[in-house]
Structures are given as C-alpha cells and as structure tokens.
C-alpha cells in the first residue's frame, strides 16, 4: 500500500488548520549559514535542534554521507546558490557516527541494482561512458575523512569565495553532540 493517500490527508488538514503559520519564513536563512549534512533519517529533526536552529534559520542540503563526490554536482551547486544568491556567509559540514557511507561495499550496490532488474549491460555501458561505479558510489573509510572530503573540495572549489568559511563537524546521532573537525578550515 503506498503512502500517498495518508500523507495527501494530512496535508490537506494540514493545509486547513493553517498549521503551516508556525512555519512561515522567506528564503534567506535567517543565520546566514549553510549545512551540508547526511541524508540519515536519524538527522533530520535532531540537527536542527541540536544546532539551534528553527525554520529558516540555515539552507540545508542533505545527501548520502554529506560527501560532495563531484565539484560540478548538484549538492556544490546548491552551496554556491545559498553563499552567492541567498546570503549565507559561512558553510558547515555535518557528518555523523555510524553513517551509512562508512566503507560502502561497491560491488555489493551493482549486485543490488542487478537484483532489481537494472540489466547488467546498461551498468557495463556506464563504465564505458566513463561512469565509474567505484567512484559514483564512492564511501568513506570514516566519518571524519568524509567531512574532511568535503570541507576541502568546497574550499578548494574555483567558484567558492576565499572568505567564507568551512567548518567541519561529526554529530553523534544519537544525543545530537557535535565534536569539531574543524573551524574556518583554510588550506
């Protein structure tokens, strides 16, 4: 049974009960901060208690281990779209304990895809396309070596100011304690 009807419910009273007010903000993050963050479900109403923060208070983008994999990818295009259209004026990395990116088994995901009727040749024509698996699907040995990925590329990245800051830091996912990484990480 899908989802969809009993999320649409919801909504729809939701919506009625003008429970939505509570919420109410523009699109500038109050906090003049970006989170780059995991897409961990134990993350998702933690942090921004953790950190602080309400809505509207910081742009958050979330992916699989807060590990920017591209310079040109989607999850780097939206801190320079938060740092240069929205305002934010510094950058935090958020990765956490036990995080799921932690040693990804490569080959374990093909085998997953294959399983799931993905047919074998569209992964080999990949590969050909210059698409590598191991690097598209690319984990970390630790936490703190993906935070420390990101907060590099990000610093590194040619269209990224050199005076904004980066900061790193590790979540415990469980209590929401932070331990730093780093603070105004500069090469």
Do not use: W
Request: charged letters at 25%; hydrophobic letters at 45%; aromatic letters at 8%.
């Amino acid at each position: 049974m899908s989802i969809i009807p009993s999320l649409l419910a919801f909504n729809k009273t939701f919506v009625e009960e003008k429970q939505y007010e509570a919420y109410l903000t523009d699109k500038f993050p109050d906090k003049k901060v970006a989170v780059l963050t995991c897409m961990d479900t134990r993350l998702v109403e933690l942090i921004v208690k953790a950190l602080g923060f309400k809505n509207g208070d910081a742009k958050f983008i979330k992916n699989a281990g807060a590990i920017l994999t591209q310079p040109f990818g989607s999850a780097m295009r939206s801190i320079l779209v938060a740092v240069y259209e929205l305002g934010a004026r510094e950058v935090l990395v958020v990765g956490h304990h036990g995080c799921g990116m932690t040693n990804l088994d490569t080959q374990g995901m093909i085998n997953k895809f294959t399983e799931h009727g993905i047919d074998p040749l569209a992964i080999e024509t990949l590969e050909n396309a210059g698409i590598r698996m191991d690097r598209f699907l690319r984990g970390f040995e630790s936490s703190e070596e993906g935070v420390m990925h990101s907060v590099k590329m990000i610093r590194k990245h040619p269209l990224f100011p050199k005076d904004i800051p980066v900061h790193g830091f590790i979540m415990d996912p469980v209590t929401g304690a932070l331990e730093v990484l780093v603070v105004d990480y500069r090469e």
